[in-house]
């Protein structure tokens, strides 16, 4: 992604970043207003974002919403053209490395006090509060987390195949694959065909045989590791994966597939826990699918972090100040974030919320208790596929290697992790 402007023309006639005193002086004066940019407009995320906005007018708000449906570089686009223009959002979602990125070519709100009048991050994982703090400043606030690697199995698709269990190593898995085919299911796996599935077919291969080899790899870029074996040993599972996988679906996306999966025509799927959300927003039942943690060679849960978030910029307007505190107060709410994770099938970023009650499913318990494993065996890691990783324009370079490899069967693995090796060196 390249940015055509400079810091310094951003940053001209820009005062330092915003008091709280005034902020929250402003809320009380005004009636507060949001201007917001998200990639949510449909489904689940729709819905959420839809619900999300309704509380805020019903504490008085105004809701200014802006969706761009589409890739995470579609609503950068559109953010970018506004901070140019010198017109950003009071927010936009933005989450990972390029919430660093953002914050160096354009002026955000300093959260630190109100952050910490709610003793939010007390309740946030350290790792991933980092993200949000670059410099040391809270100026943006996660909402909710998805492990993309989470494994869903169609029970109609298991009783095909004569299968009563879970699948916990890549070995299992691949076993169970072959049952599923042997069943009758031309193609056992309900992936789909877009850019970010063809990179979760990967990350969830390599994060699986190793997270060790993916942070050195996929986080920290380490050339040794890129071009080691368990690279070689990745590109062939993925290769395995979208074997199994419907080549019709072309570039299309996973929900494409639910029905199937359902029906028991499709037995599987590596996908985040906003698939939950999909199912149920189509109708399907908990009880239609089971949702695990994806294959671990070493049999302990990896998770591969991917968490939504709001970063928030400076704008001079006493009422989209007001707005923008009322909006982090919300975020912040265990009961926001209770509606906004049971709406789209996430885990509250709170660790205190408690997920036992009703409302919540088995798969999101599974899910909150994988993240606490994978904290506690250091095997939690930040998700390549969705711009946790690394910023958007290598996070490109990456994902175009992996997602010719998928589609082209003549690539060897060998000839992939030259490939990916290279477009690493070549984006850095």
Known sequence: MTIATTRRRLLAGTAAALALPAFARAQGAVKPRLTAISQWSAGSDGAAITALGKKFEEKGGVWQHSPVPGFTTDMMNKLRAQIIAGDPPACSQLKGPEIAAWSKIAPTVDLDAVVAAAGYEKVVAPDLAKLHKPGGKWIALPLQIYSTNMLFLSKRGMDKAKADKVPVTWADFNDLAEKMKSAGMAYPLANGGTRADDGQKFEASLAGISPTAYRAACMNLDKKALEGPEMKAAFAQTRKISDWCDPNVGAQPYANNLKRFVDGDMGMLIMGGWAQGV??????????????????????????????????????????????????????????????????????????????????????????????????????????????????????????????????????????????????????
């Not at 994988?370 to 390549?384: E, F, R, T, Y």
């Open 279 to 428: 199912l149920k927003n189509a109708g399907f039942k908990f009880d239609d699918y089971v949702i695990t943690p994806g294959p671990s060679d070493n049999s302990k849960p990896v998770f591969l972090l991917n968490a939504d978030a709001f970063i928030f910029w400076q704008r001079k307007e006493a009422d989209l100040q007001a707005g923008q505190m009322l909006m982090a107060q919300l975020v912040m709410d265990p009961a926001i974030q209770t509606m906004y994770s049971q709406i789209t099938g996430s885990i509250p970023v709170r660790t205190d919320v408690d997920l036992s009650g009703e409302g919540w499913s088995d798969g999101q318990r599974t899910t909150a208790a994988a993240l606490k494993n994978a904290v506690g065996n250091n095997q939690a890691v930040l998700s390549l596929a969705h711009n946790m990783a690394q910023e958007n324009g290598l996070t490109a370079a990456m994902i175009d290697v992996i997602t010719e490899y998928v589609k082209n069967k003549t690539i060897k693995p060998e000839e992939a992790v030259s490939r990916l090796a290279d477009a690493v060196e070549g984006a850095r």
